[in-house]
């Protein structure tokens, strides 16, 4: 079993930029990739960005592409989001996940992974 435990959200404003955090714990040596995914109200969870455990390749949504950023330090095993030029629309519960399978693409479906936290709000004032 892995757990996972998301620290960071808070209120932001448009323009600025939030840190997230998500700290692992258990059997994370069988972990093969980590994942960020969010939730606005009235709509599904949707992909965000994704980071392969081993070779630290990053995936990212359109949305976020050039303004957000996915982070791990494999030592700590803790995951990151790094969250700038932020928008209303990234107001949403920001969702950890963790994958123990290989999957060939980029990690952008729920279904590719086994792990996840409980979320952490972010909310963007505009």
């Known amino acids: 079993q892995v757990q996972l435990v998301e620290s960071g959200g808070e209120l932001g404003q448009a323009g600025g930029s939030l840190r997230l955090s998500c700290a692992a714990s258990?059997?994370?040596?069988?972990?093969?990739?980590m994942g960020w995914f969010r939730q606005a109200p009235g709509k599904e969870r949707e992909f965000v960005a994704a980071?392969?455990?081993?070779?630290?390749?990053?995936y990212y949504a359109d949305s976020v592409k050039g303004r957000f950023t996915i982070s791990r330090d494999n030592a700590k095993n803790t995951l990151y989001l790094r969250m700038g030029s932020l928008k209303p629309e990234d107001t949403a519960v920001y969702y950890c996940?963790?994958?123990?399978?290989?999957?060939?693409?980029?990690?952008?479906?729920?279904?590719?992974?086994?792990?996840w936290g409980q979320g952490t709000q972010v909310t963007v004032s505009s």
């Open positions: 996940a963790a994958g123990t399978s290989y999957y060939s693409g980029s990690f952008s479906r729920e279904v590719e992974y086994d792990y």
């Open positions: 258990g059997r994370t040596a069988s972990i093969y990739a």
């Open positions: 980071i392969d455990r081993s070779f630290g390749n990053t």
